[in-house]
């Protein structure tokens, strides 16, 4: 049986109040649309998909549709309203199933989609739909008038339909109707649609604190190694530890953070320590490792980046740093601007073996994640 996918894409999107429509704002690296439309190309079960769009995002949405679809695409301009919008998706449908989701939701899943059409398969339709854990009250105007939960649920999309029907039912929707789904035209014009299990994170971006929710994510590694001398203290995570040597270095040699500044700095794209604190530098001779690693937070707000946690770990033959790792937590937090839950430090020897084996030097591995805040432009 021929299946055609249509992802209904020709609205505004004003009430998110961005710059530009909604669907093109980026998530991860791609846009709204993108990953709404991704797991209907992915699915072997679509045959064919179908994009509404407006004239004004008809020339961008082209672009990014040749870019990143193998499913044979095309796009049929909007009308008016969802309604007729995917009204005149709909006469260009040939086949016999259509599902139809919107492209404001990007987490939808295959394993959804799926249980929609295996419902058209049995039923005639199916509709994802999630229990509602909130009262629905009716409203007249700025009273409510009736109040229902155990018989209501919130319906999402995707709805997928016999074509057949479908097409028959939008086929007689007039002007005067009002419809904010495909089910309620569905089910006025042909008979109730059946319902299908649908997913709470299938959620649908309408107003621009929905989009914050979704902060980009950034991840960095980090590495560095001191050799082991006598006349230097020992400084690691920003903590004196009591030793009979210390780490030789241009600054107070702190490897763990030296090793959490560079894994900062690699996750934001940025040039390395090496570069940002010079050995040639005079002015950085016997610097505090802990100052310069809120230089390097600083220069991350600055583009919009702050740390989400951080895991470390230490690589020493002697002395033993279990202890004070709780110091080290205590220290570099606050720092990094997180809890010291956030922070992550194991230590551990390397049994005899390499320069740290040897206790010729100490060395660490540092991994972050950063988040960016969502730079959404001025309100429309």
């Known amino acids: 049986m021929k ?4 992802i209904t894409a020709a609205g505004k999107g004003s009430r998110a109040k961005l710059n530009k429509n909604k669907l093109l704002e980026k998530i991860g690296g791609k846009t709204v649309l993108e990953l709404a439309l991704l797991p209907f190309d992915y699915n072997e079960r679509i045959d064919e998909i179908i994009v509404t769009a407006s004239k004004d995002d008809y020339a961008e949405y082209k672009k990014i549709l040749t ?47 799926n249980r929609c059409l295996d419902s058209v398969l049995t039923f005639g339709s199916g509709v994802a739909c999630v229990s509602s854990v909130d009262t629905v009250g009716v409203i007249d105007g700025d009273f409510i008038t009736q109040t229902h939960r155990n018989d209501c649920c919130n319906v999402q999309t995707p709805q997928a339909f016999l074509l057949s029907e479908i097409t028959e039912a939008y086929s007689r929707v007039t002007e005067m109707d009002s419809f904010t789904d495909d089910a309620g035209v569905y089910a006025k014009f042909v008979k109730p649609a059946h319902m299908v299990e649908g997913e709470k994170s299938n959620v649908k971006l309408t107003f621009r604190e929905d989009f914050e929710k979704y902060p980009d994510l950034y991840c960095g590694t980090g ?43 690699s996750a934001a794209g940025l040039k390395d320590i090496g570069n940002l604190f010079p050995d040639t530098d005079l002015g950085f001779k016997d610097a505090d490792s802990a100052v310069l690693l809120a230089s390097v937070v600083s220069t991350l707000k600055e583009i919009n980046l702050s740390v989400k946690n951080v895991s470390l770990v230490i690589m020493a033959e002697k002395p033993r740093l279990a202890k004070y790792t709780d110091a080290m937590k205590a220290r570099l937090a606050p720092i990094l601007g997180v809890s010291e839950s956030d922070v992550g430090i194991s230590c551990t020897t390397l049994e005899g073996i390499g320069t740290v084996g040897r206790e010729e030097g100490i060395a660490a591995q540092a991994y972050v994640l950063l988040q960016k805040s969502r730079n959404l432009g001025a309100r429309l």
């Open 3 to 6: 299946t055609t996918a249509i």
């Open 67 to 113: 870019c990143v679809t193998n499913t044979p695409t095309r796009i049929v301009t909007g009308g008016e309203t969802r309604t007729f919008s995917v009204l005149n998706a709909l006469n260009e449908c040939d086949g016999d199933i259509v599902i139809i989701h919107d492209g404001a939701r990007p987490f939808v899943t295959e394993e959804l989609i």
């Open 223 to 265: 590495f560095d190694l001191h050799r082991l001398i006598e006349g230097r203290k020992l400084v690691l995570g920003g903590v004196l530890i009591p030793h009979d040597k210390g780490l030789l270095g241009h600054s107070d040699a702190d490897c763990v953070i030296h090793s959490l500044m560079d894994a900062l700095l």
